[in-house]
């Protein structure tokens, strides 16, 4: 393992221009779990009512400091799935650089592995200054605070090297440079399935058995949320690449564009190759949806309580947890755009020598521009528009039960959700346009 780090090490001082791209983007997102775990640290280290400066009193309670904890806990799944994310496009753009380790006897794991800990200093990089900024901003932190402080600065470089070996084992590298995931065209497998299941059985029996034992007291709470939006998170992952295939297949047969005929083919050939953030993209549609429509509502009730002189605290305490929540699912949207643009970027190094060949048989540069946003946009928007509906149902659900003060109103901002994540995600895709010059070019046959 040592001498696995320190290749790693020597491998990452070596990089040239066209990869510090990518140390950057990992170095970001290893701030951003830095700052959120520190953050967490910081709150939990509080007990008791304390008044702080900020927040307008909503960090005051131990009860709503949990609350906000868990609310961070959740904002760092998608800076992992991002870091992982960025580690395998690292490991696809460096193929002919792994694939030389492959000749001088390195073992397939241990390609994997060397690649993965090329994180570590990057995340180092990102965590470092996080962890310097954040640190002098909290004043006189406790002892148990500080050794939090340095569990979060040493575990993030850990953290993502441990991510990123988890993105990678289905990426191998080859001695003579070919690059190829295992098990590409099939979907998820029976340990996938068994847990999805047994989400959907724990969530049943949380929601039915109050209503058939009285001494069952266990209500609705953190657990129960959590589980919601993992098995929401799971089947959206299924039915994104399951929708992805079956659309492949049916536009293969009736295109009669070339563009849409390249991307019904590279749906129906691997479905599952984005399924990932998509799916992702889905579940911030749907939270994003419901979240502007509750606001909405949310908002008319508190203006009418205060009205009627009935609110229990000041009206900056709702408005500030509003827009920290707002704030959060901003946050969590831009990383999964990121993901998907880092995701396309990965996609055409991937497929860069068939990309060449493509261009090499005659087919113009602009069909395959347009082919690449067609992969995106053909699967995204019959499913964003469901999520949209999904939306729909929960701020409507939202406005039938908060009818005390107000008639409810109609939430129609919410219909604008849908339409700006959707055009928010072609235009990530957008950016990785101008890298698909670089892979079509002649050089890269090659390789092949």
């Known amino acids: 393992m040592r001498a696995d780090l320190r290749l790693a090490w020597l491998l990452t001082r070596g990089s040239d221009r066209r990869e510090w791209w990518r140390i950057g983007l990992t170095a970001l997102g290893a701030a951003m779990a830095t700052g959120i775990g520190l953050a967490i640290v910081s709150l939990a280290s509080l007990d008791g009512y304390y008044s702080v400066s900020v927040g307008s009193g909503l960090l005051d309670s131990d009860s709503d400091r949990r609350g906000v904890i868990f609310a961070l806990g959740l904002l760092l799944i998608p800076v992992l799935g991002f870091l992982g994310q960025c580690a395998r496009i690292g490991a696809v753009h460096r193929d002919r650089r792994l694939a030389a380790l492959r000749l001088a006897g390195a073992a397939p794991g241990q390609v994997r592995r060397i690649a993965a800990l090329e994180s570590g200093p990057a995340c180092l990089a990102g965590s470092a200054p996080a962890t310097a900024a954040f640190v002098p901003l909290w ?34 590298a080859s001695p003579l440079g ?40 266990f209500g609705p709470g953190p657990l129960t949320l959590i ?17 992805s295939r079956q659309l492949g297949k049916g536009l293969a047969a009736r295109a009669r564009r070339p563009e849409v005929l390249i991307a019904a083919e590279r749906l129906r050939e691997d479905p599952w190759a984005a399924a990932r953030t998509h799916a992702a993209v889905l579940l911030v549609t749907v939270v994003g949806s419901g979240f502007v429509g509750i606001r909405q509502v949310l908002l008319a009730d508190l203006h009418a309580i205060r009205r009627e002189g009935h609110l229990a605290a000041d009206m900056a ?37 068939g990309l060449a060949a493509q261009a090499a048989a005659g087919v113009p540069y602009g069909v395959l521009a347009r082919a690449l946003l067609l992969e995106t946009a053909l699967p995204l928007a019959p499913a964003v528009a469901v999520a949209g509906i999904g939306g729909l149902v929960i701020s409507a659900w939202y406005a039938s039960v908060s009818t005390d003060y107000i008639v409810a109103p109609v939430p129609y901002g919410m219909l604008l959700v849908p339409f700006a994540v959707y055009v928010c995600c072609l235009l990530a895709v957008a950016t990785s346009i101008p890298l698909l010059r670089r892979s079509v070019r002649p050089a890269e046959l090659r390789y092949a």
Do not use: C, M, N, Q
């Open 317 to 353: 305490y709702y408005t500030t947890g509003i827009d920290l929540t707002a704030a959060a699912v901003l946050v969590a949207l831009a990383l999964i755009l990121t993901s998907l643009a880092v995701g396309a970027a990965e996609s055409l190094a991937t497929r860069r020598r």
């Open 139 to 172: 004043s006189h932190p406790t002892a148990l605070a500080w050794a939090g402080f340095a569990l979060v600065a040493a575990a993030v470089p850990v953290l993502g090297a441990a991510v990123s070996a988890l993105s990678l084992r289905r990426v191998v």
């Open 178 to 217: 070919w690059v190829r995931r295992v098990r590409a065209t099939r979907g998820p497998g029976r340990l996938f399935k068994s847990v999805t299941w047994l989400l959907a059985a724990t969530l049943l029996f949380i929601v039915v058995a109050p209503v058939f034992s009285d001494s069952f007291t």
């Open 227 to 243: 589980v919601l939006i993992l098995l929401v998170s799971f089947t959206a992952l299924w039915l994104s690449g399951s929708s």
